[in-house]
């Protein structure tokens, strides 16, 4: 079975900061993976996806940055962190174009 | 481009009556599925329909929708609404043949006593 995890669970950090936010998935081969941002009472934002190892794209412009280092891992990142930046962050796999989303449990990030 | 509406941002409904979540969807693919997923508070969404069959009804949990190319929606409904439905549901399609999928704006359910 494909399990999904992320990490960490929660964080609070400081405006300026730097920030890295990880997913991996275990049991799939070569998953479609996702980020989602969803500002605290708003509605869930796509800001990268990646079909493949090493190849990323950028949906949503909010100064973050995205990886796939390997086939398994998406990571999440900025160097400086803005006080918007603060919500929900959702990673997500899928196999194929019409199979369902699978979203890890979350990471919620506080900037202060 | 390919799109998704849900018109109604919040929707209050009284326990035990009926409600009807709508979706429109614009896409230039004929061969899609579609998706609601549920997110109750402080939770991931989690996947509540899918559909990819023309006219077909699609139930799970107390819901059902049909997807209905001719007037492309997608709409969610439920006879009989529960407390624990409150929620915010999102409508969401594949886009095209791309690792891209496009969510609503998402319709927060509010069901009071």
């Known amino acids: 079975a494909q399990t999904i995890h992320q990490w960490p669970v929660a964080e609070i950090k400081a405006v300026g900061s730097p920030l890295s936010l990880g997913c991996t998935i275990k049991g799939k081969s070569s998953p479609n993976l996702y980020w989602y941002w969803q500002a605290t009472g708003g509605t869930l934002q796509q800001l990268f996806y990646s079909i493949t190892v090493g190849q990323v794209e950028s949906v949503v412009q909010l100064n973050l940055s995205a990886s796939r280092p390997k086939d398994d891992q998406f990571i999440l990142s900025t160097e400086k962190l803005l006080l918007s930046h603060s919500g929900f962050y959702l990673c997500?796999?899928?196999?194929?174009?019409?199979?369902?989303?699978?979203f890890g449990h979350g990471t919620k990030l506080s900037v202060l | 481009g390919d799109s998704v509406t849900q018109t109604e941002g919040l929707v209050t409904v009284t326990e035990g009556l009926p409600v009807m979540l709508n979706c429109t969807y614009q896409t230039a693919y004929s061969d899609v599925a579609f998706f609601w997923y549920v997110q109750y508070l402080n939770e991931a969404p989690k996947l509540l329909l899918r559909s990819s069959t023309d006219n077909k009804r699609t139930e799970h949990q107390g819901f059902h929708a049909t997807l209905h190319k001719s007037s492309s929606s997608f709409h969610l409904q439920k006879s009989s609404v529960q407390l624990s439905d409150s929620a915010l549901y999102y409508c969401a399609l594949p886009r095209g043949n791309t690792g891209k999928l496009i969510f609503g704006l998402g319709t927060t359910l509010q069901v009071q006593p």
């Open positions: 997500a796999w899928r196999g194929t174009m019409n199979e369902r989303l699978f």
